[in-house]
């Protein structure tokens, strides 16, 4: 707590001195959709309504062109009947421009609903965030 306070009262000063003031990372806001490469998307998902919030976003940013989308679904711990039609919607319009969708980070409650939808057969996965972003790099 200490070390704390003398921190925030260093970055006090050095705002006074200078006008600047020091990052802290946590303070940051999360980044869920990143323009990975020109050819790349990637979409770090959450909950409800955030979901439904970066799909919507997602989409969006399809719309002014073609891109490659990889789906970090660490953050997703369930899905309900509008997600995956936001998903199979997704994957409709990312195929439609002849580009690749892959999803990562899929927590086991998640991969229940995909196999019990029989979802798991529709859409390619990767085990973690770089070997989604490999594959579609590489075009596999």
Same mark, same amino acid.
Do not use: Y
């Given at each position: ?59 969006? !940013? ?8 990889? %789906?970090? @679904?660490? +953050? $997703?711990?369930?899905?309900?009947? &509008?997600? /995956? ?5 997704? !994957? ?8 690749? %969708?892959? @999803?990562? +980070? $899929?927590?086991?409650?998640?991969? &229940?609903? /995909? ?17 989604? @972003?490999?594959? $579609?790099?590489?075009?596999?």
């Amino acid at each position: 707590m200490f070390l704390g306070n003398a921190c925030r009262g260093q970055d006090d000063a050095r705002e006074a001195v200078t006008g600047e003031r020091s990052i802290d990372a946590d303070m940051l806001p999360a980044m869920p959709l990143t323009e990975w490469s020109e050819e790349i998307v990637l979409v770090e998902l959450g909950e409800e309504p955030a979901f439904s919030e970066e799909m919507g976003n997602l989409m969006a !940013r399809l719309a002014q062109g073609a891109a490659h989308v990889v %789906l970090d @679904l660490r +953050g $997703v711990s369930g899905l309900n009947s &509008s997600n /995956l039609a936001q998903l199979l919607r997704l !994957r409709k319009k990312v195929n439609s421009q002849g580009r690749k %969708l892959r @999803l990562s +980070g $899929v927590r086991d409650t998640v991969w &229940s609903v /995909l196999i019990v939808t029989g979802l798991d057969k529709v859409f390619d996965f990767s085990e973690d965030l770089s070997a989604a @972003l490999a594959s $579609v790099q590489m075009g596999l």
